[in-house]
């Protein structure tokens, strides 16, 4: 006698309709400590997307994924499991342009007021060397963040651009030479239409004391390194111009410009911030 047959002989739950049948939703049980939670998720979730850049070509990377909704003060939890669906449901390689479909669909899914969304890539662009014309890719750090707030949808950009500084005061004291250091240039952008993220990147790279290339040759390197030379900038003054350059695009509603200088003759960085609307 098979353990089936000796349970069906007694009046005890079948173990196989208790497999089958449908379970107990834990997560949406009462919750009797009236607290709301502001953002629950998934955190550090990689999947493939595809960028189209500025070119006109695509580009296919993998983006690093935080998956959040607003969960009512009276429910136990969320449902796990479901962002990591929603994420495999928009065809295997997510795009830029299917990042609102995504965000609007996780709220729906999951019954939520708003819904929040981290997508952070490696960007490549492709530069040629100022004077060679060599080509390389250069690395930039892009993240776009979408919110759904009373379903309105909310679109914020941030990309890190290495560039270059080069110290005035070193230069104004000294009889030869000047430090100068790589600097990493923050901006964080809200936009009321779209802008290419080679957009973003060029605001900060003309306004820093020269750019940062994957590759150069020696002519090259004389010129970027006179160029910052003949350009000097404190932190301070990196992000006031980059900030002035963004006041002029009517297309940005909101921004925030950061640099962080990694001093070379110091063992600390220089920092600045500026908002928008602190002019």
Known sequence: MTICESVCETELPCPTKLVIGSMPDVQKTPDSRRIAIDKVGIKAIRHPIKVLDMSGGVQHTIALFNMYVY??????????????????????????????????????????????????FPYFINKKAPVSGVESLLDYDVTFIGEIRDGSYHLTMKVIIPVTSLCPCSKQI???????????????????????????????????????????????????????????????????DIAAALNSDPRIDDYTVESENFESIHNHSAYALVKSGQR
């Open 71 to 120: 969960l009512p003060h009276h429910f136990k939890g969320t449902h796990m499991s479901r962002f990591v669906e929603i994420l495999n449901e928009n065809e295997r390689e997510l795009s830029v342009a299917s990042f609102e479909t995504m965000l609007r669909s996780m709220v729906e899914r999951l019954e939520a007021r708003s819904g929040y969304v981290e997508m952070r």
């Open 174 to 240: 000294s009889d030869y030479g000047a430090h100068n250091q790589r600097s990493h240039v923050t901006l964080t952008v809200n936009s009321r239409s779209f802008i290419w993220i080679e957009e973003i990147v060029r605001v900060a790279e003309e306004n820093a004391s020269s750019q940062i290339y994957g590759l150069l040759k020696r002519p090259d390197e004389k010129f970027v390194t006179e160029q910052a030379y003949d350009n000097p900038k404190f932190v301070e003054d990196m992000v006031r």
